[in-house]
């Protein structure tokens, strides 16, 4: 299916590896022209280098920045002051107790996890409003309805994407800009690959054996059994960014494979 977005322009922070990877090439294979961001200038070369080889006709742009830092995202906007498409995915998690988390750790990941965006969508935002189309889509984990209490301080900074989301779309009324946020569950990252195998390092199992056995000891609440692939979000993300999609706003669209219980 055409998703009829062949020449926008899209930015998708923390977009060389997991989610925000394969976002990024979902979108190239819809003809978008991609701005490949992460820390590492060396990496995200190596990430232009690989989509564009598969998507030869698609424009993959640098965007390489720690967005995080002020002055680096001035740099950036100067450099592309206008995109389609925001693709909000940068973000730090890790498991850590309540008794662990003190000011600076709960500073960091406000900074990183939300003020990061926020900066970059208010400078996006009157742009789409002034073209009147845009896309911005903030990346959530189903931690934001359903905290574990693994990780409080990643978990409170995912909710607070989605009342910034319904917040932030009031603006976009009667407009063809949407702003939403997608709650995926537990997903395949390069991170969790790794773990997983690290798990059963000793067992003559295949990866598929050692998914299946991981699940079943430790996310047993999970309705599909297995972690979401990326591709599978890129695959949403890119509809939700589409013209098709003008009727979501500032909805929380959960991606959990069933591990969220209720009904909302």
Known sequence: ???????????????????????????????????????????????????????????LLNAAADLVDRDQRE?????YPSVDILIN????????????????????????????????TKFYLPGMLKHDFGRILFI?????????????????T???????????????????VTVNTIMPGPTLSENVQQIIEGVYADE???FAQKEKA????NLPQSEIQRFIRPSEIGRLATFVCSPYASAFKGSPIRMDGGMVPTIF
């Open 75 to 79: 740099a950036l906007f100067e450099t």
């Open 1 to 59: 299916m055409d998703m009829g977005l062949n020449g926008k322009t899209a930015l998708v922070t923390g977009s060389t590896k997991g989610i925000g990877k394969a976002i990024a090439v979902e979108l190239a294979k819809e003809g978008v022209n991609v701005l490949i961001n992460g820390r590492n200038n060396e990496e995200v070369e190596r990430v232009i280098n690989e989509v564009k080889s598969a998507f030869p006709d698609t424009t």
């Open 89 to 120: 995915n940068m973000g730090i998690y890790e498991i850590m107790s309540y008794e662990d988390v003190d000011d600076e750790v709960w500073n960091k990941y406000f900074q990183t996890n939300v003020l990061a965006a926020n900066a970059l």
């Open 214 to 217: 991981f699940m079943a000891a």
């Open 140 to 156: 959530a984990s189903e931690e934001a309805v359903m905290p574990s209490g693994q990780m409080p301080q990643y978990a409170m």
């Open 204 to 206: 003559q199992m295949t």
């Open 158 to 176: 995912k909710s607070m994407l989605l009342s910034l989301s319904r917040s932030l779309s009031h603006l976009t009324k009667g407009t063809e």
